[in-house]
């Protein structure tokens, strides 16, 4: 595995902020690292985690600290592409997660984030309360200077963690009482907080200094409606103050939930979750003897239409001769949402290997090609019940230019959910418009341990062929199967403008008749 964070922005003056080298050295990394997991932290900034994640082949997992530092990536394409490499999504707070949905939708999962309960520890305790300081919070101080006037054996520091995030002004007549300290990391902070009675965080502040005052056994003045009103600070903290029995409960209780919330504690969680993600991966086929070892090698195009599509004018002798005629040795007839093309290609004679197949549009999540169906399957059906129509007639779920983001495509998450019911999944498609979007497919079949399938989505003649698969021959489902798994892809394209001029003036044909 591999963790990257915390992400700093090393430069503003280019869009990714990340200088060339780095970056280089990065996809190096990567390539020659061959991690199980990439962890990127606060990726919604231009940094090496949102790199890293965006150029992994493998498991990633993203976590998000602050709603404060999300505006990266800018654009939608970018957003959906980062989000398709994504297994995990994290949040150490829930207005972290709240944040991060806005422009990464997904279910995040909220975490603690963590603390060295041995570093931050209950010390002996005196007087002192510690208030984190933000430019934002000033009701906040100020109810708390105005209790602190009551209580004059006490003494107050302004706990600063951001260097740059300007001075408060402390009244003259607490100036005596009250002082400014800068501490960044735990290390700077653990004398400070672990001899402080009482913590007071800021609305905006850091989870993590919330966490160590916790686990130093400081009483947390931070009741509920204290963001509607923040002067309620100063009340807690008064009410701690005075009460010393219950200041002390409060802080045996905070150091005992800390406790719960350790580094061995959340790195155990992590475990668990790497370890979860790493199942979703389809298992390799041991190194035995291919039983089609001693079976010809054939070419087979997995997607094609006949004239019963309504966008495609071949008919199905046609489409049989040419491809004979191109050297196939087999082929699916995937007709979009009808089943009748694929039973006339079975009756006719032909040499051809034929797979009775169709193209199912679903409910709002693109497409599903059941492959060695025995009957039609309505169109419209929810995601999952296509897949299980598919496999209820003992099928095979072949899932077609599944990036495709020209048309409608079902979101990573659902592809992630039924990784296990995806039985052959598209990683070259011959009719899109970007290759970005097989490429897409591809990282996404390697990533997942998919069996990987081709075709050429031939609408017109010419476009026969021009993506498929060389396999060893098959005779059956069960044949094809395993000849999948010693299959080449085949590029074979052709001007996909031309392909499509094709297409569209035999559309035009077919209207003037």
């Known amino acids: 595995m591999i963790a990257l964070g915390p992400a700093l922005p090393v430069s503003r003056r280019s869009r990714i902020g990340v200088p060339v080298g780095v970056r280089a050295n990065l996809a190096l990394a990567l390539q020659r690292g061959r991690?199980?997991?990439?962890?990127?932290?606060?990726?919604?900034?231009?940094?090496?985690s949102y790199l890293a994640l965006r150029d992994s082949h493998t498991l990633g997992v993203a976590t998000f600290l602050s709603p404060e530092r999300l505006g990266y990536p800018p654009g939608k394409p970018q957003r959906e592409r980062l989000l398709s490499r994504i297994d995990a999504l994290l949040a150490t707070s829930p207005e972290a997660a709240e944040a991060a949905a806005v422009r990464l939708p997904g279910d995040y999962s909220v975490v603690f984030p963590g603390?060295?309960?041995?570093?931050f520890h209950p010390a002996q305790k005196g007087k002192r309360i510690v208030v984190e300081w933000r430019p934002a919070g000033r009701p906040l101080i100020r109810s708390v200077f105005r209790e602190l006037r009551e209580l004059?054996?006490?003494?107050?520091?302004?706990?600063?963690?951001?260097?740059?995030?300007g001075r408060p002004t402390i009244p003259r007549t607490l100036s005596d009482r009250v002082s400014v300290r800068t501490a960044r990391d735990g290390a700077a902070r653990a004398g400070l907080l672990n001899g402080a009675a009482i913590f007071v965080p800021a609305l905006d502040g850091l989870d993590r200094v919330r966490l160590e005052a916790a686990a130093a056994g400081a009483a947390i003045a931070?009741?509920?409606?204290?963001?509607?009103?923040?002067?309620?600070?100063?009340?807690?903290?008064?009410?701690?103050?005075?009460?010393?029995?219950?200041?002390?409960?409060?802080?045996?209780?905070?150091?005992?939930?800390?406790?719960?919330?350790?580094?061995?504690?959340?790195?155990?969680e992590h475990d668990a979750l790497y370890r979860k993600l790493a199942k979703r991966r389809h298992a390799t086929r041991p190194g035995i003897d291919d039983p089609l070892s001693g079976r010809e090698w054939i070419v087979c195009d997995l997607h094609m239409h006949t004239s019963w599509s309504h966008d495609c004018a071949i008919e199905v002798p046609d489409l049989l001769t040419h491809a004979e005629t191109e050297g196939l040795g087999a082929i699916a007839i995937?007709?979009?949402?009808?089943?009748?093309?694929?039973?006339?290609?079975?009756?006719?004679?032909?040499?051809?290997?034929?797979?009775?197949?169709?193209?199912?549009?679903?409910?709002?999540?693109?497409?599903v090609i059941g492959l060695f169906l025995t009957e039609e399957i309505p169109r419209?059906?929810?995601?999952?019940?296509?897949?299980?129509?598919?496999?209820?007639?003992?099928?095979?779920?072949?899932?077609?230019?599944?990036?495709?983001?020209?048309?409608?495509?079902?979101?990573?998450?659902?592809?992630?959910?039924?990784l296990d019911e995806i039985d052959v999944f598209e990683v070259y498609n011959a009719r899109l418009l970007f290759e970005a979007y097989n490429e897409e497919a591809l990282r996404f079949a390697r990533k997942y341990g998919l069996t990987m399938g081709a075709g050429s989505d031939a609408h017109v003649l010419q476009g026969v062929g021009t993506g498929a698969l060389r396999m060893r021959e098959f005779h059956d489902r069960d044949e094809f199967l395993v000849s999948l798994s010693s299959a080449q892809v085949m590029r074979r394209p052709k001007s996909l403008l031309y392909l499509q001029s094709l297409k569209w003036a035999a559309q035009a044909k077919e209207r003037v008749r």
């Open 334 to 367: 995937t007709d979009h949402n009808v089943f009748g093309g694929a039973l006339e290609a079975l009756a006719a004679t032909t040499s051809l290997t034929v797979i009775p197949g169709e193209e199912i549009k679903t409910d709002g999540q693109g497409e």
């Open 152 to 165: 004059p054996d006490w003494e107050l520091v302004l706990l600063r963690t951001k260097p740059l995030s």
């Open 115 to 119: 603390v060295d309960a041995e570093l």
């Open 222 to 268: 931070s009741p509920p409606g204290i963001r509607a009103q923040p002067e309620l600070a100063g009340a807690a903290t008064a009410r701690l103050a005075e009460d010393d029995a219950l200041r002390e409960r409060e802080g045996r209780e905070n150091r005992k939930r800390a406790e719960e919330q350790t580094f061995a504690e959340l790195a155990r």
């Open 380 to 418: 419209g059906l929810p995601f999952a019940d296509t897949l299980e129509a598919i496999h209820g007639q003992g099928g095979v779920v072949y899932l077609p230019h599944p990036f495709d983001r020209m048309h409608s495509i079902p979101d990573a998450a659902t592809l992630r959910r039924h």
């Open 35 to 48: 991690f199980d997991i990439v962890h990127g932290f606060e990726p919604g900034l231009p940094s090496l």
